[in-house]
T-cell receptor, first 112, second 113 residues
Framework: RKEVEQDPGPFNVPEGATVAFNCTYSNSASQSFFWYRQDCRKEPKLLMSVYSSGNEDGRFTAQLNRASQYISLLIRDSKLSDSATYLCAVPTWGGATNKLIFGTGTLLAVQP | NAGVMQNPRHLVRRRGQEARLRCSPMKGHSHVYWYRQLPEEGLKFMVYLQKENIIDESGMPKERFSAEFPKEGPSILRIQQVVRGDSAAYFC???????????FGQGTRLTVV
């Protein structure tokens, strides 16, 4: 099993739709999680951090399910500008390591 | 706050040449990371450094790749004798402490011809 897995998509949704992505992780000891957004040929930009059960920021909601080891990202009222790849990242740190393990990303295309 | 600065943004090298990629972390960040993104693939961790120390290089290819973060100046990712398979986007990132939010630079796109 991969350390971090995402459905690659693409998710094609109309403007105004609600869309959700899931990300599963294998390390049950993970305590924090991040969602990044990456536009084509650009750097990843931090969208949301999840340190406990979830986080909400405007149209975006991230939720954590520790029992099933997945996090989800919900986008409400999708905008054309939401079209991007959404990357799930799980940090591994402690001792001699400190790094983010990324999923391969989920491509979202919002259609007019 | 200028964020994480990488240069050059684009680098073209012929096979067998050396590539040097530079990264200045965000102000106040002492933890630096290098990631590689191959075409159509996800971001892969390469190396984690603090000033003058390589902490974790488990993601670095065993040969031709090296990284440093000197006491003064930017972090450098060096690729010797480049091959076509090295063509990728190389992202530098920094964080203020382990486990906290990591900020990425704009990346260096290396093309080996």
């Amino acid at each position: 099993r991969k350390e971090v897995e995402q459905d690659p998509g693409p998710f094609n949704v109309p403007e105004g739709a609600t869309v959700a992505f899931n990300c599963t992780y294998s390390n049950s000891a993970s305590q924090s999680f991040f969602w990044y957004r990456q536009d084509c040929r650009k750097e990843p930009k931090l969208l949301m951090s999840v340190y406990s059960s979830g986080n909400e920021d405007g149209r975006f909601t991230a939720q954590l399910n520790r029992a099933s080891q997945y996090i989800s990202l919900l986008i409400r009222d999708s905008k054309l500008s939401d079209s991007a790849t959404y990357l799930c990242a799980v940090p591994t740190w402690g001792g001699a390591t400190n790094k983010l393990i990324f999923g391969t990303g989920t491509l979202l295309a919002v259609q007019p | 706050n200028a964020g994480v600065m990488q240069n050059p943004r684009h680098l073209v090298r012929r096979r067998g040449q050396e590539a040097r990629l530079r990264c200045s972390p965000m102000k106040g960040h002492s933890h630096v990371y290098w990631y590689r993104q191959l075409p159509e693939e996800g971001l892969k961790f390469m190396v984690y450094l603090q000033k003058e120390n390589i902490i974790d290089e488990s993601g670095m290819p065993k040969e031709r790749f090296s990284a440093e973060f000197p006491k003064e100046g930017p972090s450098i990712l060096r690729i010797q004798q480049v091959v076509r398979g090295d063509s990728a986007a190389y992202f530098c990132a920094s964080s203020p402490a382990p486990g906290l939010e990591t900020v990425f630079g704009q990346g260096t796109r290396l093309t080996v011809v």
